[in-house]
């Protein structure tokens, strides 16, 4: 069978999950499965995934979020991730001189391909949402956008194909025709499934993403959950850790849990408490959940973006961190419808191998 080289970003674990449900896919056709990551990428996947073969192999450094003032910081460091990209691509070069492999997956690592070699992109983002000041700053991220992706045989598009039920909004259409007959929108793909269990957790707050501030939202959080009624489980997100505490107030906290034992936690919810990171959202969808409320990572337009898109759809609602009070944003939430129904992961997944992956393998 074929061998395949699958190679997620480390920006949070957002990438690393939603390519559980196709290494587990191209596992259960005989395939081998090399992972080239780093950092609670490959903290998580080595527990998600432990049949592959892993390689660490280091991505971009994470720009320094402080939240306001993100937009002159990420600028600043344009000149460290033009480097990063130079470094990348020498090294995949020299793993895939070293080692066969008959497919190459990225996700959202755009140096990660080869001329000889079938590529494929995983991503959301054909269109970046940056803010209404550095719009032309969007437009031409649009077109390098485009030229990035005209390197890779194929680009995989997390999300469903009609504009009316697409979970990233203008994210993931495409303004250049030149890509289009090389795009294939498969659905979502979510790392956990819908679960026949009965709902008995009031609250459930998942604190993820990049640091310093999934760290600040933790804090923020945790001192909050306290005024909240029922049964509540707070989800840390650092699978370097493995522990679980119970505050006085009876709420759980667990730094890390498997995705099986988080489609658990999903689907025995009532509310939702979490980041709008794209990813997470494709698990609320997966699970079904119609109630929640999203606190975007501030200074991240993609989570800006996706807030307010959802809020204009009067599927869900958002507040920032800087001003959230637990006991009245959820009640404004409560309002919302939740995101349409879809088709699942599994046959998303399935039908992604027949239609994209099968051709190379």
Known sequence: MGSVFVSPLNWGLGHASRDVPVIRELLSRGHHVTVGTSGNALAFLKKECPECTFIPFEDYPVPHNNGRIFLPTYTAYIPTLIDAYVSERKKAEKIFSENHYDLIISDSRSGVFSEHIPSIQITHQLHQSLPLIA???????????????SRF?????????????????????????GINDRLYYCGVLASTRKEPVEKDIDYLIVISGMEPQRTALEKILLQQVSCLPGKKVVLLGKPAQNQKKILED???????????????FLSRARFIICRSGYTSMMDIAEAGLKKGLFIPTPGQWEQEY????????GWFYSRSQYGIRLSRDIQKADSFSGFPSMSSTR???????????????
């Open 347 to 361: 046959e998303n997944v399935r039908r992604l191998y027949r239609s994209v992956l099968a051709e190379y393998l």
């Open 306 to 313: 996706l807030s307010r898109y959802y809020h204009e759809r």
């Open 153 to 177: 045989t194929r680009i995989v598009i997390p999300d469903n194909p009609t504009d009316q039920d697409a979970l990233a909004g203008k994210l993931s259409r495409s303004l250049i025709s």
């Open 250 to 264: 009876g709420t759980e906290v667990f730094s890390f849990i498997s995705s099986q034992e988080k489609s658990q």
């Open 135 to 149: 719009w032309p700053l969007e437009l031409l991220g649009v077109y390098l956008q485009a030229d990035a992706f």
